[in-house]
């Protein structure tokens, strides 16, 4: 996890807003009746990264919405005290979360490739591969130069090549795409982020996400 930002980890070891939803803060002022801050709701900036809250001062909602920084400046000036604790607000998903998710993934994707060939070792799994290469090229030819005798031959060959590497697969239990190292998402590649946005296959699978984020951070906890 990337340390730019500093979150509140919960004892789930969930991201959560740094101040709570209907948390209430009681400021005496030096001059004046006291007053209270209320934060009404936690808002999560795409743009900016940052976490924004809006806040109730003396009764009436303040017009703009508030950083982390600014609060703290606010909280700090003046002598006050938590009167109410509120609700703790989860962080949507993080791109930073989501980097490591796939990272993760990825290293483990690497070492499947690793032990589906390792189960190929003594087979003509490979062997046929170079062979359907070569007669893939030469099918190419003659289609080209309108060799039907010949193009039936060699479709021919080349279906009982592809139908005896499927039996292999299933033999020895390979999945071709691991073998391949085929993503599964042709968005983004199996990175996750895509143009600088969280991808949609990592907003599909978020609980996941989070979740391996969580036991990384009890782990380090």
């Known amino acids: 996890m990337s340390k730019k930002n500093e979150y509140k980890v919960g004892a789930d070891g969930k991201l959560y807003f740094k ?16 007053f209270t801050y209320k ?25 703009a919405r508030f950083s982390v920084m600014q609060i703290e400046f606010m909280l700090c000036r003046l002598p006050c005290e938590q009167t109410a604790e509120g609700k703790a607000v989860e ?36 062997k046929n591969l170079t062979e359907i290469k070569a007669i893939t090229e030469n099918l190419h030819y003659c289609r080209a130069n309108g060799d039907t005798a ?9 279906g009982e090549l592809e139908a005896e590497q499927q039996k292999i697969l ?19 590649g199996d990175v996750g982020i895509k143009e600088g946005r969280i991808c949609v296959c990592a907003l ?12 990384l951070r009890r782990a380090c906890g």
Do not use: H
């Open 19 to 34: 101040y709570n939803q209907g948390a209430e803060y009681n400021v005496i002022p030096p001059v004046g009746a006291p």
């Open 39 to 63: 934060f009404l709701t936690c808002e999560w900036d795409e743009l900016t990264k940052k976490e924004y809250y809006r806040i109730e001062s003396a009764g009436k909602e303040l017009p």
């Open 91 to 126: 962080l949507p998903l993080l791109e930073e979360e989501v980097k490591a998710f796939y990272a993760a993934k990825r290293k483990e994707m690497k070492k499947a490739n690793v032990t589906a060939n390792t189960k190929l070792d003594g087979t003509a799994y490979r």
């Open 150 to 158: 010949k193009v039936a031959e060699l479709e021919k060959k080349l």
């Open 170 to 188: 299933t033999e020895k239990g390979v999945d071709e795409r691991v073998l391949r190292k085929q993503s599964e998402c042709r968005e983004c």
């Open 204 to 215: 599909a699978i978020a609980d996941k996400i989070k979740a391996y984020n969580s036991e």
